[in-house]
């Protein structure tokens, strides 16, 4: 399968752990992202990286949240200090830069539950 | 600020009958509009986009979609519904690059599909 994987698919935890989700592209996708959603509502931007450079924010990732996308390749999203809002599915897309295919694919999502 | 608005939270269709799922959207420049296909316990499923040209476009699963600028309108339709079509569809807008997006597609809340044997 060559779409974009996701690890886990199922994470429980109990308020004030941190939390780590994976996130692997399809492997010529230079641009990565990761959204949010929950239930009832349609996924909600939180940070994108070109590369290996994270360069766009959304006010929605408070300092609790941190990600990374070493050497460009797969990216992780952690969750300090998790918090029962925190509950949602984490979505991660790639897409290519520019070029007629640059639609974002996305991952089957990292459903946590914060109890 | 970009926004897309999906008026129906759901949509009831007879197999066989045609269907439309309604969006509207705003951005400040030019759109880049695609539409998303959920099922239940998976990830977003890429149907099709608008990026210029054609204001018809086709896209996968016999599914096609109408942009209409003066309405800033962009429905998704599909002349003959399945029993499988039934999901959770999102429409989407973004940018263009001129207008100096990075990308991030801005999601309406979805309108959930169900057609009926």
Redesign the interface.
């Known amino acids: 399968d060559t779409g ?1 994987s996701q690890d886990p698919r199922h994470k429980i935890t109990k308020r004030g752990q941190n939390v780590t989700f994976r996130c692997d592209p399809i492997s010529e996708h230079n ?1 990565l ?1 990761w ?1 949010r959603q929950t239930l ?6 939180l940070t ?1 990286f070109q590369n290996e450079a994270q ?2 924010k ?1 006010r929605l990732l408070s300092d609790r949240f941190s990600a990374e996308r070493p050497k460009g390749s797969f990216s992780t999203l952690e969750i300090q200090r998790t918090e029962q809002g925190d509950s949602a599915m984490y ?1 991660c ?1 790639s ?1 290519l ?2 070029g007629a295919r ?8 990292t459903r946590l539950t914060v109890t | 600020a970009q926004s ?1 608005a999906q008026p129906e939270d759901q949509v009831n269709v007879a197999e066989g009958n045609p269907l439309t799922v309604k969006c509207t959207y705003s951005v400040s420049g030019n759109p880049y509009l ?1 539409w ?1 296909v959920q099922y239940p ?6 149907l099709l ?1 608008y990026i210029t040209g054609d204001n018809l476009v086709k896209g996968s699963y016999g599914f096609e979609a109408e942009f209409n600028k003066s309405q800033t309108s962009f429905h998704l339709k599909k002349p003959s519904a399945l029993v499988s079509d039934s999901a959770l569809y ?1 429409c ?1 807008v973004r940018e263009g ?1 001129e207008g100096g997006s ?9 309108t959930k599909l169900s057609v009926k044997p």
């Open positions: 974009v641009r992202y959204y009832g509502q349609g996924p909600e931007f994108y360069l766009e959304s979505l897309a897409s830069a520019a640059f639609e974002q694919y996305f991952g089957p999502g | 897309v695609f998303y316990n998976r990830g977003l499923q890429f986009k999102f989407a690059e990075q990308g991030n597609l801005i999601f309406g809340k979805g």
